[in-house]
């Protein structure tokens, strides 16, 4: 029998889309290689955009899904002038976004999934994919699936011609910590401080702080192996004396390297997620973007005969190309432009900075930005 689409990847952008699907009327299922379940113990924490909460809030499971708003961000620059704020009153939203564990966001959409007629194949390691004009078939140990057509969800993005990659040599080492003196306020902000090494991120997470700090490859284990103490003194020195840190979880080291394919559609085949583009964290795009691609997929395959077909796929393709280049694009030279020590790009950061200090409707649309993509533009 020919299923309508094949999901490969169980993790949460997979789940997110078998659910978009589900809520569409189409049949789907997920062939994961791991047990299931195994995403639900993913140590990441995610910066959701609004434009995320709004696409899980249609998805129905936004309720339990547990955050923390971020109701405006501190973004300033290490040896240089220049510093803003941007708040959600600039963009017109009740927050920015919302920090959640990985782990919370997997298990709503697994424990949604029950309710459904997705089919979730576990221990289903896809060994070999052919496509014919009808179909696609995929083998697994267990046997073969026929599907109009693959979708692949989770992985990283294979290296062949038709993928771009570039190398920052940077780590993010990642960890929760807690300052001295703070409280529940109703203004939750996170801060974006980017220094010569690479940014530095702390997203409020319940009473901590989720920490992602950037740093050379090569030092990274280094950093991360640190006891807590020295750790947290090295911290303090790199963010500076707006807060004083008391307290580190343990560390992981995540290397960050831009990765994409130049086309996201093949024949019978759709990459999405991290399967299709992998982002450095700078901006928190990564997983807000994969969102915004089940989105677009299950808004074309509702109204699409077959979902495989190549006038389905340009569609598909053409719909999310402004969106998927320029967040690529955005990030890349987000990166390149602040993760340097370069006098003449530290002063043009400066006046940048500056400059969105004193514009609101500037400081608005990079917010809207951040929240919709594409959409932010009118």
């Known amino acids: 029998m020919t299923e309508a689409i094949a999901i490969v990847g169980g993790g949460p952008a997979g789940m997110a889309l078998a659910l978009a699907l589900s809520r569409q009327g189409i049949a789907s299922q997920i062939l994961d290689a791991r047990p299931r379940g195994t995403a639900k113990s993913d140590k990441r924490i995610l910066a959701l955009s609004h434009g995320s909460r709004q696409i899980l809030e249609w998805l129905g499971v936004w309720p339990s899904i547990a955050s923390t708003a971020i109701e405006s961000i501190h973004v300033s620059q290490q040896g240089g002038f220049g510093l803003t704020r941007l708040t959600a009153r600039d963009a017109g939203v009740p927050a920015l976004g919302y920090v959640a564990a990985s782990?919370?966001?997997?298990?709503?959409?697994?424990?949604?999934?029950?309710?459904?007629?997705?089919?979730?194949h576990e221990n289903a390691r896809v060994q070999s994919a052919d496509a014919s004009e009808d179909a696609i078939r995929l083998t697994t140990a267990s046997g073969v699936t026929v599907a109009r057509l693959a979708v692949y969800a989770e992985g990283g993005v294979e290296g062949d011609a038709a993928v771009v990659v570039r190398d920052y040599g940077q780590s993010a080492v990642i960890c929760n910590a807690t300052t001295a003196g703070v409280r529940p306020a109703p203004t939750r902000l996170a801060y974006e401080r980017f220094t010569p090494q690479g940014p530095l991120?702390?997203?409020?997470?319940?009473?901590?702080?989720?920490?992602?700090?950037?740093?050379?490859?090569?030092?990274?284990?280094?950093?991360?192996?640190?006891?807590?103490?020295?750790?947290?003194?090295?911290?303090?020195?790199?963010?500076?004396?707006?807060?004083?840190?008391?307290?580190?979880?343990?560390?992981?080291?995540?290397?960050?390297?831009?990765?994409?394919?130049k086309h996201p559609v093949g024949s019978r085949r759709v990459w999405l997620g991290n399967a299709a583009q992998t982002l450095h964290p700078v901006a928190g795009q990564g997983f807000n973007l994969a969102l915004r691609d089940?989105?677009?997929?299950?808004?074309?395959?509702?109204?699409?005969?077959?979902?495989?077909?190549?006038e389905t796929l340009t569609a598909y393709a053409?719909?999310?190309?402004?969106?998927?280049?320029?967040?690529?694009?955005?990030?890349?030279?987000?990166?390149?432009?602040?993760?340097?020590?370069?006098?003449?790009?530290?002063?043009?950061?400066?006046?940048?900075?500056?400059?969105?200090?004193?514009?609101?409707?500037?400081?608005?649309?990079?917010?809207?930005?951040?929240?919709?993509?594409?959409?932010?533009?009118?």
């Open 103 to 120: 782990a919370s966001l997997s298990k709503a959409l697994d424990d949604a999934l029950e309710g459904t007629k997705v089919i979730f």
């Open 201 to 261: 991120a702390l997203l409020p997470f319940g009473e901590e702080l989720a920490v992602v700090y950037t740093c050379p490859a090569n030092a990274a284990e280094e950093l991360a192996g640190l006891s807590d103490v020295e750790f947290l003194d090295r911290l303090q020195t790199h963010f500076g004396s707006r807060l004083r840190f008391i307290s580190a979880t343990p560390r992981f080291v995540f290397p960050l390297t831009m990765r994409y394919r």
């Open 294 to 310: 089940v989105w677009e997929l299950a808004r074309v395959l509702a109204s699409s005969s077959d979902p495989g077909s190549v």
């Open 318 to 378: 053409a719909a999310r190309r402004i969106d998927r280049r320029s967040t690529i694009g955005f990030t890349d030279s987000l990166v390149r432009l602040f993760s340097n020590d370069d006098p003449l790009l530290r002063l043009f950061r400066g006046v940048g900075l500056v400059a969105l200090g004193q514009f609101p409707p500037l400081r608005g649309f990079l917010a809207r930005r951040m929240m919709y993509g594409a959409r932010a533009w009118p």
